[in-house]
C-alpha cells in the first residue's frame, strides 16, 4: 500500500481555480453587459408605449426575447461555473457565488465580487423597470379596448350593456363618403 501523496492530485486545484475565477469572471461580465443591454431595449418599449408608436413593439419585443434567451443561457453557464470552481475550491457545489467568492478569497476574488454585486443589481433595476413597462403596456391596451368598445358603441345604436359588461352590438353601420366633389 503507497501511502505517498500523488501530487497529481493537488496540482489540478492550484493550476484550475485561477482558470476557473477567470472564466466566472468572463461570465459574469457579459451576463452584465446583457441585462445592460436588456435595460436600453425595455428603455426603448417605454417610449414607444410613452409615444403610442405600437407599431414599433413587435420589433422590440423579438429584440428583447433574444436578449433574454441568451441571459438564460448565460445563467446556465454561470451556474455551472460556479458548481466547478466550488467543487475545486472543496466547497458545497451548489454555493452561492458570494460563497464562492469568500471561499477564493479577497485576493483572487475581488474583481469576481464587484462583478456578481454589479449583476445582481442590474437584475433588480431590470425586474422593477420591466414590471412597470408592463403594467403601462397592459394600461394602454385597457384604454384602447375602452377606446373600441365606445366607437362601437355609438356607432351601433344600441347604448345596452350585455352580460360581459360590454356594450352590445347592434346592426352593422355602413357609412360613406364622398370625395369626388
Known amino acids: ?10 496540482t489540478p486545484r492550484i493550476e484550475t481555480v485561477p482558470i476557473l475565477v477567470r472564466g466566472l469572471e468572463a461570465t459574469l461580465a457579459t451576463q452584465t453587459e ?4 436588456f435595460l436600453e431595449t425595455i428603455a426603448r418599449k417605454r417610449d414607444a408605449i410613452r409615444n403610442a408608436e405600437l407599431a414599433r413593439l413587435p420589433e422590440i419585443a423579438a429584440i428583447e426575447e433574444q436578449i433574454m434567451d441568451r441571459l438564460e443561457r448565460l445563467d ?19 454555493s452561492t457565488v458570494s460563497e464562492v467568492v469568500a ?8 474583481k469576481l465580487a464587484v462583478l456578481a454585486t454589479q449583476l445582481r443589481e442590474l437584475v433588480e433595476r431590470t425586474k422593477r423597470e420591466h ?10 391596451a385597457r384604454h384602447m379596448a375602452g377606446i373600441v368598445q365606445s366607437v362601437t358603441g355609438a356607432l351601433s345604436g344600441t347604448g345596452v350593456y350585455g352580460r360581459q359588461g360590454r356594450l352590445r352590438d347592434g346592426s352593422s353601420l355602413a357609412a360613406g363618403l364622398d370625395l369626388t366633389t
Do not use: F, K, W
Not at 446583457?34 to 443591454?37: A, Q, T
Not at 451556474?79 to 472543496?90: K, S, V
Not at 471561499?103 to 475581488?110: Q, T, Y
Open 1 to 10: 500500500m503507497n501511502t505517498t501523496p500523488d501530487p497529481s492530485e493537488s
Open 34 to 37: 446583457g441585462y445592460r443591454r
Open 76 to 94: 446556465h453557464r454561470r451556474t455551472a461555473e460556479a458548481r466547478r470552481l466550488a467543487e475545486a475550491l472543496g466547497i458545497d457545489p451548489e
Open 131 to 140: 414590471s412597470v413597462v408592463r403594467a403601462a403596456a397592459d394600461s394602454l
Open 103 to 110: 471561499a477564493v478569497g479577497e485576493a483572487d476574488g475581488s
